[in-house]
């Protein structure tokens, strides 16, 4: 039963992370196009 | 005469050591060396990967055949003790360096991924972060489901179910790096040799049943959904270093047990980004061709009857297989759910992927792709997921090492 439960944390936090991530790319991305340096 | 008989079979056991064994072993370790021969032969006709197939079976070979009888703690094998710790020794076993100092910490884990890292282009997982890092953390399902299927049904402890439901994330590097440190070695080498064994044969064969395995799973009127390239932002060289500098901090601060190979990772990210390109030849043509052929051949020289022919081995095999086709139906279910959400605009064979064996799992869903709609062009969108997806298995590494190590 606790490894089930480790297993089913570890996915969310997986899933957390990768949300986390992907929030990161995306304000990364705006702050290079605003101070310039972008595409 | 008797006398005579008797000398001249020591003479001949004592040069030729394989025959002073138990007939039983000498079968089991004749029918490994063929084995060997067989994956040699796969290898060379490209059916499985040569640049790890060649050096690991003619390994075996070698070591199934070459036995020394009173070398190390029964192994016999001259070329790795597996249960070395006689200093005074290092001199007898050639490959010893390499499996002491770069196996069992995991830094040969890290040299490969240097060189993945300098080969790997991070456009498309920044042109679509959310898309690409959701689907591949849909496509760890195996590794998830894994685990406790390991532990419940297969009698594994959380520590070595942990090591085995990592084959679900199809990087063999992390399989390696996380087995060294979750697993007790050399207590448990066998075991150790066997996830590793069973996982790089299992990426080699990949693409084999992953193609299959996605026409089954996602209806075949998705898989010839059209995606447009034209859609794609651009990146640039200045936005992939930043990311890279400010993702690998952020990962190292959350998941400290993965932090090797993620700087590994990265740094031969931003070496690449960054142009220089010296450290680009060093880490693409030299570390990785080295540090592979490496472990393939200290790998090989692994598998004897004493490290793999046991029931273990069995167990993995049906694990390793489970691990990676949950994975692989979680990353069809999450193409098919992100079809959905975009209202038919991704291709859900961006789902399976996320599975991270870079670059074949990209270029699996694109061969299908175009095999239901020959003007798509799948690979470079695929290639979001599959990066990803080396990080997320990165990830529940750190996650199940900080659990279970």
């Known amino acids: ?39 | 005469m008797s006398e005579v008989v008797s000398e001249l079979v020591r003479f001949i056991t004592t040069i030729i050591g394989i025959l002073g064994l138990p007939p039983a072993e000498i079968a089991v370790r004749v029918f490994l060396a063929i084995a060997g021969a067989v994956i040699v032969y796969l290898g060379y006709k490209k059916y499985l990967e040569p640049l790890i197939m060649i050096p690991m079976g003619l390994g075996m070979i070698i070591a199934n055949l070459a036995f020394i009888p009173g070398t190390g703690p029964g192994s016999g094998n001259p070329h790795v003790d597996y249960n070395f710790t006689d200093w005074s020794a290092i001199w007898y076993y050639w490959l010893q360096p390499f499996y002491t100092l770069m196996f069992s910490n995991g830094l040969i884990a890290c040299l490969v991924f240097f060189g993945i890292g300098s080969l790997t282009d991070i456009t498309f997982l920044m042109a679509r972060p959310y898309v690409s890092f959701i689907l591949a953390a849909f496509a760890e399902l195996g590794t998830i489901l894994t685990l406790p299927i390991a532990a419940a049904f297969f009698g594994f402890t959380p520590k070595q179910a942990a090591s085995i439901a990592l084959i679900g994330g199809a990087d063999g590097p992390i399989v390696l790096f996380a087995s060294a440190k979750l697993l007790d070695l050399p207590r448990e080498l066998n075991l150790f040799v066997a996830i590793n064994v069973v996982g790089y044969l299992y990426l080699s064969i990949l693409y084999m049943f992953q193609e299959k395995l996605d026409e089954l799973t996602i209806p075949k009127k998705l898989l010839a959904t059209p995606m447009d390239i034209r859609g794609l932002p651009k990146i640039s060289p200045k936005e992939k270093i930043v990311f890279s500098v400010v993702i690998a901090a952020v990962l190292s601060a959350l998941f400290p047990t993965a932090s090797p190979l993620i700087l590994s990772f990265f740094l031969g990210v931003i070496v690449r980004e960054a142009r220089v390109n010296r450290y680009v030849r060093l880490l693409d043509e030299v570390v990785l061709d080295f540090s592979t052929f490496i472990l393939a051949l200290v790998l090989g020289t692994l598998i004897t009857p004493q490290t793999l022919f046991n029931v273990l081995v069995l167990k993995v095999l049906a694990l390793g297989i489970i691990a990676l086709t949950l994975s692989s139906i979680g990353g069809s279910i999450g193409g098919i759910i992100a079809y959905y959400i975009s209202r038919g605009r991704l291709n859900p064979l961006l789902g399976p992927a996320g599975v991270s064996c870079v670059p074949t799992t990209a270029k699996i869903s694109h061969k299908v792709a175009t095999k239901y709609n020959p003007r798509n062009y799948l690979i470079t969108f695929a290639m979001g997921p599959n990066v990803a997806g080396v990080i997320t298995t990165a990830i529940l590494a750190s996650i199940y090492m900080a659990l279970f190590a």
Do not use: H
């Open chain 1, 1 to 39: 039963m606790g490894v089930l439960v480790d297993a089913l944390l570890s996915y969310i936090t997986l899933f957390a992370v990768a949300v986390i991530i992907a929030l990161l790319v995306s304000v990364i991305r705006k702050v290079i196009r605003y101070v310039g340096g972008g595409e």
